[in-house]
């Protein structure tokens, strides 16, 4: 019997939403890979779900990975068998609203660079894939480190995720060339089910959204008429992130992946709600008010408020890449429509 093959690709976070499907785009193509676990029983599941999904669950070397340590955390052993790795895939990250400085820097800030620096221990990487955050990243001339008032003011402005993952992309774009690490960041707008079934596994960001319109919570929508909130599908980010280190020539590339048939946030809880049988929202209510009415009244989360925006994105690079890759991304209407069935059916997530 052959020996398979070294592992070429290494995935952090493999376990998580997005790392899940981005193993199995990998695992599909043929790519020798990697995944990053916490331990024996992640693994097991996350290999029972490769092959729910109809690949080899047991195709990926697994190691056992602690983003938030120097070198990964990896043992001796587990980083020799890494040692033909070319391509990495940071995907790793504390997600999650209401969280404290504390708890998010650890994978979101530091994690990002211990990705980085263990990268660039490896004699033959092609590139970095960092995955930065929705908004995140639009800052031309990045600076690393802030100075202690700016990182206060960025945290009390922001909350913890967003300015975690705002301080985690403007360290790895300064420390990358430092290092020579060839590096992309992939900036996703809000990420929805699978185009084709729906599945999420996901259930924070515009799922809080879809659960208030199910349950007859969401009476008044914060934003305007031109508030934009732009959503991709799962399996095309999955795929987008698979051709990056392919297609990305560059020392440093950014990018933005979003559908740009998204409609601005009132149509899309209107199709939502048609689809969900439920009455869409009475009327809107400017997000500044939102933030001064009682979290008990809204039901809105402040840290969420603030990915409500009438701003548009620069997606040119990342749809030059789709194009050369020969990606398009699904249609939208019957993905929201499969998404927002999935999630009801999964009970938005609960136990």
Not at 34 to 60: K, Q
Not at 85 to 107: I, M, S, W
């Amino acid at each position: 019997m052959t020996p398979a093959p070294p592992p070429r690709t290494l995935v952090l976070g493999a376990t998580g939403f997005l790392g899940r499907w981005l193993l199995l785009e990998l695992l599909t193509r043929g790519e020798p890979v990697a995944a990053a676990v916490r331990g024996t029983g992640s693994a097991d599941t996350l290999r029972r779900w490769l092959h729910d999904h109809g690949a080899d669950g047991s195709a990926p070397t697994t190691v056992t990975a602690d983003l938030t340590r120097p070198g990964l955390g990896l043992s001796p052993e587990d980083d020799a068998r890494l040692g033909e790795v070319r391509d990495v895939h940071n995907l790793a990250a504390h997600y999650a609203f209401g969280l404290t400085r504390a708890q998010a820097e650890p994978a979101n800030l530091h994690g990002a660079l211990n990705a980085l620096h263990w990268s660039a221990t490896r004699p033959g990487l092609r590139r970095l894939v960092h995955l930065s955050g929705y908004r995140v990243g639009r800052d031309p001339r990045p600076h690393h480190p802030l100075d202690p008032s700016a990182t206060a003011a960025l945290y009390r402005r922001l909350g913890a995720y967003e300015a975690s993952k705002q301080l985690g992309d403007a360290a790895v774009r300064v420390t990358a060339p430092r290092l020579g690490v060839p590096l992309t960041t992939v900036n996703p707008s809000s990420v929805i089910g699978h185009s084709r079934t729906g599945e999420a596994g996901q259930y924070l960001g515009p799922a809080q959204l879809v659960r208030q319109l199910h349950r007859g919570r969401l009476p008044l929508l914060p934003g305007t008429r031109r508030t934009f909130l732009p959503v991709v599908t799962v399996d095309h980010l999955a795929r987008f992130l698979a051709a990056v280190p392919e297609h990305d020539r560059d020392p440093l590339a950014a990018h933005t992946v979003l559908d740009p048939t998204t409609p601005c946030l009132p149509d899309l809880i209107a199709v939502l709600a048609h689809h969900l049988g439920v009455r869409p929202p009475r009327a809107l209510i400017p997000v500044p008010l939102v933030r001064r009415l009682p979290r008990a009244l809204t039901g809105a989360d402040p840290e969420t408020l603030t990915f409500l925006s009438e701003d548009r994105y620069d997606t040119t690079s990342a749809d030059r890449l789709a194009a050369d890759a020969g990606l398009t991304h699904p249609p939208l209407t019957p993905a929201l429509t499969r998404w927002a069935t999935r999630l009801v059916e999964d009970g938005f997530g609960a136990p």
